[in-house]
């Protein structure tokens, strides 16, 4: 009995303790609630085959957003040269299983687009992305123009370490209208602690003119400064969106 009795005492201790246990989130703000994820594409293209890859995927992109949406397809002009960009939309990781499942069984996709462009590839890479939780997808005021895929290798430790400070950084731009974000990411799969801005500006020289001009805000440059204190590495595209791209 006093053995029972000792055992049901550490139990209500451990229960006890386990209930009582400080809890904490990973990262600032609002949490993220929902499984919809976006797939980034990377293909390198044989330089001499650009041209011609471009066109069968204007032709044929039909056949592939059939079966999944499409956020936008882009072709890189500078930061990377003979490479296109594409982002893809997925509610959840079953819902892309059913769909690479679904494009392997489809003859059209097989026999007129892949069978055709994979020779045309030098490599491919992916990434699995999550918009961080206050920012969501929104198309530029206007089509044309030009978008600058920002890069940013962060410290490891997640948002909870960095998340307040990055965020202050994009909104002081956003907010001062400096420049127009089309959405920002955080990564799930590939290269972590990393964080994707796709920023839209009218043009190349618009944005080297909004550079220089918010370099010399001091709002921009303290939260700048902050953020940078947690930054490893940066990197950054610029790129046209494609005819057929749906933001663009």
């Known amino acids: 009995m006093a053995c029972q009795s000792r055992c049901r005492y550490k139990h209500c201790l451990s ?6 246990q400080p809890r904490a989130w990973i990262s600032t703000g609002p949490q993220q609630q929902h499984g919809t994820f976006y797939e980034f594409r990377t293909y390198n293209i044989q330089p001499h085959l650009n041209a011609a890859f471009l066109k069968l995927t204007s032709e044929k992109i039909h056949l592939r957003t059939a079966h999944s949406e499409l956020i936008g397809y882009w072709s890189v002009e500078y930061g990377g040269l003979n490479q296109v960009f ?4 997925y509610d959840s990781y079953a819902q892309r299983a059913s769909v690479r499942a679904a494009l392997a069984q489809d ?9 055709k462009a994979m020779p045309m590839l030098s490599s491919q890479d992916n990434e699995v992305m999550y918009l961080v939780p206050w920012s969501k997808i929104q198309k530029p ?26 965020h202050a950084s994009v909104g002081i731009r956003t907010g001062s209208g400096y420049a127009h974000a089309v959405g920002v990411f955080h990564s799930e799969f590939g290269p972590l602690n990393q964080v994707h801005v796709l920023w839209w500006y009218e043009s190349a020289d618009e944005r ?22 947690y930054l490893v590495s940066q990197k950054n595209k610029l790129m046209f969106p494609c005819a057929f791209s749906p933001i663009k």
């Open 15 to 20: 229960v006890k303790s386990r209930a009582t």
């Open 86 to 89: 594409h982002i893809w939309k």
């Open 107 to 115: 003859p059209n996709w097989i026999e007129q687009y892949i069978s």
């Open 141 to 166: 005021p206007k089509d044309g123009g030009v978008f600058e895929l920002a890069t940013f290798q962060m410290k490891p430790g997640g948002p909870a370490v960095w998340g307040k400070a990055f």
């Open 208 to 229: 080297a003119a909004i550079r220089r001009t918010s370099h010399e805000d001091a709002r921009v440059v303290a939260a700048v400064r902050e953020s940078a204190a």
